[in-house]
């Protein structure tokens, strides 16, 4: 398995069928500021980002110059601690990738 050379043509990791998937803390609510209600909303007494067609809505998909499509993550200087955490090349990428190989949106 080759780990992508850029997490823009990736986004494997922000894909999930999980209401659940990306949980938002406290200082995760507080850093997202004015966009929190748009990408993120309580389950129960926890919150987490919103998730919508198997990925979460924070993530947006565009075309490169090359047609390529590019996955980028719409809040990424505010996003939770949980993604701060998951570095490209890290055994949690490398499990993500072997988990939904398949899961990149072409
Ligand atoms: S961290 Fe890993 S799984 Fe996530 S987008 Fe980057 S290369 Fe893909
Ligand atoms: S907040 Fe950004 S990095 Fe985290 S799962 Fe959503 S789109 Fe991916």
Redesign the pocket.
């Known amino acids: 398995m080759t ?2 050379a ?3 043509r ?5 894909f999930s069928t999980l209401d659940t998937y990306v949980r938002v803390t406290g200082d995760d609510w507080t850093r997202l500021g004015a966009e929190a209600e748009r990408v993120a909303h309580f389950i129960g007494h926890r919150a987490f980002m919103r998730m919508q067609d198997g990925h979460c809505a924070a993530l947006q998909v565009r075309r490169c110059t090359d047609g390529a499509p590019e ?1 980028f993550c719409t809040i990424y200087d505010r996003r939770p601690q949980t993604c701060r955490d ?5 055994p ?3 499990g ?2 072997l988990r ?1 190989a398949g899961g990149i949106v072409t």
């Open positions: 780990v992508p850029d997490c823009l990736c986004g494997v990791c922000c996955l998951l570095a490209r090349g890290s949690e990428c490398e993500e990738l939904k």
